[in-house]
């Protein structure tokens, strides 16, 4: 199955010069109640229908909220294997949840390469995914990155947003990348995008559940974009106050 495939919204019918307010969202622990640290959870997460899929609380609607404006595009980039694209997607259809495109891991190619630090690292997959994602966007469109502390992904937002706002160089793109272990295959993949984005600031707002309940004061030094939260209910409180949700 194919990394990324279009969702069942968007398509072609979002197209022009129009500023966009960009969502992109992780899925395991972020929007799915996943279990991936016993060999059992993982068992039950590659082989449980759909159906039997849960979501974090609150995260189905405020998803469903997101997408009602028409200039709003949902994205989401996960670690989950390109295999349960089927299940994956169906669960979203379950949920009512309307997406623009869904990109999985090519674990498998990375076997066959025998690229073993890439079936779980992070940075070096997506953090190209999310510049080569950004390519083709009007410069000004709007992003919120959605995300949880069980990995680094508010390290790998944090980079993706100094990258494209020209707060980060290619350079110290590339050194970030290194020291979290990503291929040169990887690195070279996220210069080569950046260089086909126009800089811009993307004034982002950057939600990271704490399903391993990290200390909040751990986020300060990240600065005021990171919001830590506890609950997605948090996060629509602050959606609302910038306009991004209806109260």
Not at 12 to 33: E, P, Q
Not at 82 to 94: D, G, N, P, Y
Not at 105 to 133: C, E, M, T, W
Request: glycine share 8%.
């Amino acid at each position: 199955m194919p990394p990324e495939r279009s969702g069942y919204r968007f398509g072609a019918a979002v197209m022009g010069n129009a500023k966009m307010r960009i969502y992109r969202w992780d899925l395991d622990k972020t929007y799915l109640l996943t279990d991936f640290d016993s060999i059992a959870g993982l068992v039950r997460s590659a082989t449980e229908p759909a159906s039997a899929k849960q979501s974090v609380p609150g995260a189905p609607p405020l998803l469903r909220a997101l997408s009602v404006a028409s200039d709003s595009r949902i994205f989401f980039v996960s670690g989950s294997p390109t295999q349960m694209r089927e299940v994956l997607e169906e669960k979203l259809r379950i949920d009512g949840v309307q997406f623009e495109r869904l990109t999985l891991k090519d674990n498998l190619s990375n076997l066959r390469r025998g690229r073993v630090r890439a079936i779980r690292g992070q940075f070096g997959y997506k953090l190209p995914q999310l510049l080569r994602d950004r390519r083709g966007e009007v410069p000004g469109s709007r992003e919120t990155l959605f995300g949880d502390d069980a990995e680094v992904d508010v390290f790998v937002y944090c980079a993706y947003a100094d990258a494209v706002s020209g707060r980060m160089s290619s350079a110290e793109l590339a050194q970030v990348m290194r020291s979290a272990g990503a291929y040169p295959d990887d690195i070279n993949r996220a210069l080569e995008a950046l260089k086909q984005i126009p800089t811009a600031v993307l004034d982002e707002r950057i939600f990271i559940r704490l399903e391993r309940r990290r200390p909040v004061k751990q986020f300060a030094p990240l600065g005021m974009r990171v919001f830590p939260i506890h609950s997605w209910w948090q996060a629509a409180v602050v959606l609302v106050g910038d306009g991004d949700l209806n109260p």
